[in-house]
């Protein structure tokens, strides 16, 4: 269920997107939750992960070009949609990677053109994605870059795609495990979970990753755990 953030000081500007987002969730059959923000400095407090962000630019104190470039300082992934009185701002708006821009006022044939293309990249992306607070502030993190999570007393290790050390973070392996339900996501034992993407085979009672790492399966669980994984993969392993 896609949850969007929407940025906008003026709130019949932030009604008129409210109900095109209503709008587009009942035509496409879908289920979207929209969280409104009045500046982009309570946007940015938000400790909320969202799958897409409207972005008003132009608001007193933090204007949004500015909130932009520091949430893509924890955030490279989540797709930006700037809603502007100034076209101009559209060359600017390459420096954050955003995703389109909508000049107002905003009717909703141009809102749903970006929302197709915004629901293509939140597709493509896999884009399920979680917030991680560490000592250096937050980070957004894919899903599909998560090999497999491991705790250890109260800290959970993040064993990340393409990352030779893992992120360690204080934090509940069952919290982990609820914020993620619905995903590719497997309890092989009482303290660990792993992304049934990257699996790569299962012999007796190991677990072979695709980064080469190997697992073990506790005994009370292999049994679920692999008939999960057989069935998630289509018994191809």
Known sequence: MPNIALV???????DVLT????????????????TRFG?????????????LV?????????????????????????????????????VKGYEVDALDFIVKPVTYFNFRMRMDKAMRRIR??????????????????????IEYVEVSKHDLSYH???????LVVYGSLVAFEQEVEGGPFVRISNSCLVNMNRV??????????????????????????????????????
Do not use: C, W
Request: glycine share 10%.
């Open 160 to 166: 990340l795609v393409g990352e030779e050390e893992p």
């Open 124 to 145: 493509r992306n896999g884009s399920r994605s979680i917030a991680i607070g560490t000592r250096d502030g937050m980070r957004v993190v894919g899903l599909s870059d």
């Open 8 to 14: 906008e000081d003026e709130p019949e500007a932030a």
């Open 200 to 237: 790569r085979a299962v012999r007796g009672g190991e677990l072979v990753m695709h980064g080469g790492e190997v697992l073990y399966f506790s005994r009370s669980r292999k049994r679920e755990a692999v008939a999960t994984i057989t069935s998630f993969l289509g018994g191809s392993i």
């Open 54 to 90: 409207f972005m008003d630019i132009q608001m007193p104190g933090i204007n949004g070009m500015e909130a932009a470039q520091l949430m893509r300082t924890y955030d490279s992934e989540t797709p930006i949609i700037f809603v502007t009185n100034l076209a101009q701002y559209a």
């Open 19 to 34: 109900s095109f987002v209503a709008r587009y969730a009942d035509e496409k059959g879908l289920e979207l939750t929209v």
């Open 39 to 51: 500046n982009a400095m309570d946007f940015e407090m938000t400790h909320q992960h969202f799958d």
